[in-house]
């Protein structure tokens, strides 16, 4: 069985960074795309960062230039460091393998939440 756990997540002032941490178990991330998404009060889930099996990485544009996507292939962990954050970045966040659109291909974890203050 796939689990997924997120954590990382906490209160920052705007301007500030935080890093995101996804650990696996029952899949190997460099063997598939891993993806954070983040959700919002009152919003859809998105897709914000992807990192290929070949680690190629793709972020939305909302994000691009202040969010960073890594993997360690030796803990199964993927990362998004957080950097410039804006209150506009409070969400939830969560990691899985992409599907389609806001879908993952596994359960959701918990995620870890972030919060931005201005």
């Known amino acids: 069985q796939v689990q997924l756990v997120e954590s990382g997540g906490g209160l920052v002032q705007a301007g500030g960074s935080l890093r995101l941490s996804c650990a696996a178990s029952g899949i190997t991330f460099s063997m598939n795309t891993g993806g954070w998404y983040r959700q919002a009060p009152g919003k859809q889930r998105e897709l914000v960062a992807t990192i290929s099996r070949g680690a190629k990485t793709n972020y939305a544009d909302s994000v691009k230039d202040r969010f960073t996507i890594s993997r360690d292939n030796a803990k199964n962990t993927v990362y998004l460091q957080m950097n410039s954050l804006k209150p506009e970045d409070t969400a939830v966040y969560h990691c899985?393998?992409?599907?389609?659109?806001?879908?993952?291909?596994?359960?959701w974890g918990q995620g870890t939440q972030v919060t931005v203050s201005s």
């Open positions: 899985n393998v992409p599907l389609t659109g806001p879908f993952g291909t596994y359960t």
